[in-house]
């Protein structure tokens, strides 16, 4: 090959990951919005249902399921909320990751047979990308981004 292809593939490369770069905090508000809009959505249920869903918690016997219940349908809606917002995001995904992890060990356990059984859970999908969330950040569309802009000390 010669160097003159190779030095093209490379300036192609260079433009192409230059262009993705700059789409970086779309793709951080699509991943916001595709999982805080699920919990918002599953959290507004839940809050106008506990009842429905303390049985369902008591069926997989988490402790004081009522409480439970509340704090889990809560939290799916004011972290969905926070998501969708880019508020407080990387703080929001600490209780919808821990909500993903405990839905997966109590009423997902039946259905893990193997490594695949897991990652084909929607669960599981969802905590990905709030893992991915959490370490990335919510990217330049976002609350979050305007507070760090408006409040940000001058270094030195």
Do not use: Q
Request: charged letters at 15%.
């Amino acid at each position: 090959m010669s160097t003159g292809i190779i030095d093209r593939s490379l300036a192609v490369r260079a433009k192409v990951l230059a262009g993705l770069e700059r789409l970086r905090g779309v793709a951080l508000l699509l991943g916001r919005l595709a999982v805080g809009l699920v919990f918002l959505s599953t959290g507004w249920g839940k809050v106008h249902n506990v009842a429905k869903v303390t049985e369902f918690f008591t069926s997989l016997h988490i402790p004081a399921p009522g409480f439970h219940a509340v704090l889990v349908g809560w939290s799916e809606l004011l972290c969905g909320a926070a998501l969708v917002l880019g508020v407080l995001t990387r703080l929001a995904t600490i209780p919808l990751i821990v909500s993903m992890v405990v839905a997966i060990l109590t009423a997902k356990r039946p259905d893990i047979h193997g490594l695949f059984d897991v990652v084909a859970f929607e669960e599981f999908t969802y905590l990905i990308v709030l893992v991915m969330i959490a370490i990335l950040g919510p990217g330049a569309i976002a609350i979050d981004h305007l507070l760090a802009k408006k409040y940000a000390r001058p270094e030195g």
